[in-house]
């Protein structure tokens, strides 16, 4: 299927499904006050030892070509310092807790600004056939408000790399030797507005696709 008609079948599905939608926008979990400081970082250390994709759970998403989409919100990012940390897996203490804590003091005082300041950080890895295939590649949220579809770019990027790394155990040629990590920031509070949304991903240089699916109401 051409691209161009991938596309508008998913702005068709965005905006078929949020005509259907009855629940409120800002599902994203609001992190800030030192509850809910702590207990993302109990989340993150009592997940401990049961791999990335055990801890970020539905902000885990699988994509076609072998595409796999990470998203770090609020919560997931200080979720992630408890589960790199060296506590006891099973009932921290608040001591142990109080203790990771200085370690996410420079995240947790960014979290204290405000939600304007507070980013979701969505971060996609991308395979192709030759070194170059994500060289250039843009990202965009695209989700539905007040009857129009809205496209959001990311107030950070980084990753599309002029040459990607060889998937070890691979050929080059093959399709999917490649490997390119990439990752796009976007204000908490434009993210929370939408209710479902997509991360298009485009390659002007060589017209090559990616799309994920996202609503925030499955989203820790």
Known sequence: MPWFKQIQITRLALLFAALLCTHTAQALEVVGDPASIDAALTYGVQKQGQGYR?????NWREGERGSLLNIYTPFMQLALKGYKSNIPVEHPTDDDIKQVRKTARRLISGLNDGLSKQRVRF?????????????GTRGVLEG???????ALKPIETSGAPKAAALIEGAKAGEPGAYEAVLSFEFRFDDVANFD??????????NNKRWAFQVRNIELK
């Open 123 to 135: 971060v996609a890895s991308l395979t192709g056939a030759t070194p170059d295939f994500a060289a």
């Open 196 to 205: 479902k949304y997509a991360l298009q991903l485009y390659n002007p240089n």
């Open 54 to 58: 055990n801890l970020l759970g539905n």
């Open 144 to 150: 539905y408000q007040h009857g129009s579809i809205v």
